[in-house]
């Protein structure tokens, strides 16, 4: 992995970013969630560590109580 590409998964780490294991012999994966106002940014990262994914991104829908309404994260 380039060394910006590092960077930039630190960045990640330290912000909005997390890595995650399915079980104890599974590969790592980085898991990051923003709200929709920052799609463009998440296509940005997606294209950076496209050679390294292999799973498109996927939202989930958060009912606010508060708000009464639902939101695409």
């Known amino acids: 992995m ?3 590409l590092i960077q930039v998964l ?3 780490l330290l912000s909005d970013g997390s890595l995650e294991k399915s079980s ?3 590969t790592t994966r980085l898991s990051v969630m923003f ?3 920052h799609i463009s940014y ?3 990262l997606l294209g ?3 050679p390294y994914t292999d799973s ?3 939202t989930i829908d958060v009912y606010n109580k508060k708000l009464k309404l639902i939101t695409r994260k």
């Open 42 to 44: 998440l296509f940005h």
């Open 24 to 26: 104890p012999t599974s």
């Open 56 to 58: 498109p991104i996927r």
């Open 35 to 37: 709200g929709s106002l």
């Open 10 to 12: 630190i960045g990640l």
């Open 2 to 4: 380039p060394s910006y």
């Open 48 to 50: 950076l560590f496209e």
